[in-house]
């Protein structure tokens, strides 16, 4: 049997040729080994950071005081916040599919900067480190909410400064993986692939990348201000000393609100991956799925004023901000008519990636609506602030962003171990997930419209009923969450071998010799005159000699 | 951006399409314009890091337009200028050394690179003069001056600015140094064989960054020097 890169010594290193499997793996610079990695820490964060949710809504069960007192619960949503975005949402889908996936793609046998990948893999490492040690160093981890607002945050005396330090460092990390994969995408599609010639993924991924390498500056030096504002108090962010608040306001989300295209974009682009897979059909309007996460990420770089419709800001740039923030709607609905064209008179098999990519399409329907609604100013004046945001947001992250990581765990499974999940699990997993998930959430909309502010640690009593329904939501998707894990612990181990291509697609990573893939992928690079999505009568059209990689069909 | 090392020269594989036609494909290793895009690319961030700033430093120029332009004509347009000259040349300097090495005349590339360094440590040198001369003038990042509300304080406005002079200067300085050591690392690269005429990217990148760093310094010298330059009176409560 040939060798997969998960094998011992079947890898290169940064540094000399270690015998030992642990260095082997430390040392890295292969594009698989490196985002394996980056799923590994990133969903032990992940796991930390919803049970410290699960604490919250524990200390929300009743009004009052329950486990927790304020000061430590304004710990409490920070650390959840910080862990969530940095560590795990930001790098997300880029560092672990992009590294994996992306490469294999477009044919290519690594990523243009394979040893700048390992690198920024441990600058991350480090970035984490700097914000994990801020736990046990100072006055205690920061209670600022992961935002950090001016002037709050200059004044506080808990540890925000460690904090913002872990976030420039992080930020540094996001930058050099975007850097890395846009020169991937330029230079490296194997020969005859055009950029329309790209499977849809990978149009997810530049665009994002172009997000990480032009927006994350902004943030960073913004925190670097915020530091020396700290440690020299020159008064920047300061409105006691001449500064404006708002202008961090400002500075912040001209990064932080590109950041959420940034995380929805590749996970757009699992799904026009999943959706034409599994409709065992070309996808609908391709060109427009590909310019519209283009156009999303260029026009999502102008609506970040929304968040501060009640900080101060002329109406003009209000109204400005507010239609700007409208058009973000248009590219996106494009995608979900192109979806769901692409499923009309399919062949639709519904396996468990294929369940998930469906899940998310009603649950992200839900958080990007009511994000349309506010953007609305005079809905927004009501709404700011309040758990209706919170729902929102995490309607459309957690459901549409972290929904789609999972759809991507559970359709590139195969690819990366060799072994298929066990289906019936991940189905009632799904369901679980599905269920509690929304029992989590969907409540907070009406507690929201009613006037619940969000980071409050107390609460009326008539908003009890919306946070104990809540809670058993969260109770019942967290069980859905474990046992997810277990089966992909599970499957893992004891699975079902897959074959190269056990979903019948038609991209390329499904085109090689083996699975899991060797070292250096494909046997050898394809020429590629086809589209990414071709099926004819429910079957893949273009089949290869995985040996010699020449087209057979 | 890094190569990896290999014992032996690398070969590109190729691609053949369905009607026999041969197409060299694209390996990571080797690919010079790859290295060029990442570093313009890295190039990016930085204009938009030093973009930021400028932005906060236009903002708070119309918030306290006055004041910045008093703390402005404290500054020694004599030494800046100075310093802005020495760093054009050194861009010059570098820019030729390239252009050697492109042509061949490893030794010629050498000398211009050691003179870019010697003019990169001038402008330290004359940059650590201005510093030295503000504090002890009791102007510097955490002196009384520049602590609000302090008795013996400056106008806020003024606060801001030289609170914005140091850190954009130093951040300015950094990037000198850590340019002094890119210089050195090539020189290393260049003795070792590694960056020649016929694979000079880490040198193209690194004059690159240079030019960057002359660049920014070109629209910081006017911001905070000239502002203030000359007879004040008449822009001052002008606005």
Aim: with cysteine.
């Amino acid at each position: 049997m040939s060798k997969s890169y998960l094998d011992a010594g079947e890898t290169h290193c940064a540094i000399g040729h270690p015998k030992s499997v642990f260095w082997q793996w430390m040392l890295t610079v292969d594009h698989k080994r490196i985002g394996l990695m980056y799923a590994a820490v990133i969903f032990t964060f992940f796991f930390v950071a919803v049970f410290i949710g699960l604490t919250m809504r524990i200390e929300l069960f009743a009004p009052g005081a329950q486990i927790l007192d304020g000061d430590t619960f304004n710990q409490a949503f920070t650390l959840h916040g910080v862990i969530m975005i940095f560590l795990f949402i930001i790098p997300g889908i880029p560092a672990v599919f992009g590294n994996i996936v992306m490469p294999l793609m477009i044919g290519a046998k690594d990523v243009s900067f394979p040893r700048l990948n390992w690198f920024t893999f441990w600058l991350y490492i480090f970035g984490a480190l700097i914000a994990l040690s801020s736990l046990w160093t100072g006055n205690g981890f920061a209670d600022t909410g992961w935002t950090f607002y001016a002037p709050y945050s200059l004044n506080t005396n808990t540890n925000v400064l460690t904090t913002l330090v872990a976030a420039f460092v992080l930020g540094m990390a996001s930058i050099l993986t975007g850097l890395n994969f846009l020169v991937t995408i330029h230079r490296l599609r194997a020969p005859g692939m055009g950029f329309f010639k790209m499977p849809l993924f990978v149009w997810g991924i530049y665009a994002t990348a172009w997000i990480q390498l032009l927006a994350t500056p902004v943030v960073g030096i913004t925190l670097v201000l915020a530091i020396l504002e700290k440690v020299f108090g020159i008064g920047i962010f300061d409105p006691a000393k001449g500064g404006d608040p708002v202008l961090f306001e400002h500075l912040f989300w001209i990064y932080s609100h590109p950041a959420v295209y940034l995380m929805i974009l590749p996970a757009f682009g699992i799904m026009s991956e999943i959706i034409p897979t599994f409709s065992r059909r070309e996808i609908f309007g391709y060109r427009t799925i590909a310019l519209s996460s283009a156009s999303i990420a260029g026009i999502g770089y102008l609506v970040w004023g929304h968040h501060l419709f009640t900080s101060g800001m002329s109406d003009l740039a209000k109204t400005i901000f507010s239609f700007l923030t409208f058009f973000v709607a248009i590219p996106t609905g494009i995608k979900f008519y192109d979806w769901v064209a692409t499923m009309y008179k399919g062949k639709i098999v519904l396996d468990s990636p294929m369940l998930w990519a469906l899940g998310t399409m009603v649950t992200f329907i839900i958080g990007g609506l009511t994000g349309v609604t506010i953007a609305m100013i005079g809905s927004d004046i009501h709404l700011q602030d309040t758990y209706y945001s919170v729902a929102h947001f995490h309607y459309a992250i957690l459901g549409g962003v972290v929904f789609l990581l999972f759809a991507g765990i559970h359709y590139w499974f195969p690819l990366m171990f060799g072994k298929m999940l066990n289906e019936k699990r991940a189905k009632l997993a799904f369901w679980i997930n599905f269920i509690g998930f929304n029992m989590l959430w969907f409540p907070m909309f009406i507690a929201g419209y009613q006037g619940m502010p969000r980071r409050y640690f107390d609460y009326l009593p008539e908003f009890q009923i919306y946070h104990q329904i809540s809670f058993f939501g969260a109770v019942i998707f967290i069980s859905g969450l474990l046992y997810m894990f277990y089966n992909f612990f599970d499957s893992m181990k004891n699975g079902e071998p897959s074959g190269t291509n056990p979903w019948n697609a038609t991209t390329l990573e499904w085109h090689l010799p083996s699975s899991p893939p060797p070292l250096e992928n494909h046997t050898k690079v394809p020429y590629v005159d086809f589209n990414p999505y071709e099926y004819k009568h429910g079957q893949p059209v273009v089949k290869f000699d995985y040996e010699t990689m020449q087209r057979i069909d | 951006m890094s190569h990896e090392e290999h014992g032996h020269e690398y070969v590109p594989e190729i691609a053949t399409s369905r009607d026999g036609k041969q197409y060299e494909v694209q390996g990571w290793q080797g690919d010079f314009y790859g290295g060029k895009l990442g570093f313009w690319l890295f190039m990016l961030t930085e204009v938009m890091m030093f973009g930021a700033m400028f932005l906060v430093l236009t903002y708070y120029f119309s918030l306290h337009h006055d004041d910045f332009i008093e703390a402005s004509s404290d500054f020694n347009v004599f030494l800046g200028g100075t310093n802005t000259v020495v760093l054009l040349i050194s861009a010059l300097t570098m820019g030729l050394g390239l252009l050697k090495m492109k042509h061949g005349d490893i030794k010629g590339a050498k000398l211009m690179i050691y003179a870019t360094m010697i003019l990169a440590f001038a402008f330290l040198a004359i940059k650590g003069v201005e510093w030295t001369e503000d504090y002890h003038e009791g102007i510097f990042l955490g002196l009384n001056a520049l602590q609000p509300g302090h008795p013996e304080s400056k106008p806020l406005g003024e606060i801001l600015f030289f609170g914005m002079y140091f850190t954009m200067t130093g951040l300015h300085g950094f990037h000198i140094i850590i340019g002094i050591g890119l210089m050195l690392w090539l020189l290393k690269r260049i003795n070792a064989g590694k960056v020649s005429p016929h694979h000079y990217i880490l040198y193209f990148n690194i004059a690159l960054y240079w030019d960057l760093v002359h660049l920014v310094w070109v629209f910081v010298f006017p911001y905070f020097y000239m502002i203030g330059a000359g007879d004040i009176s008449g822009v001052l409560n002008g606005h």
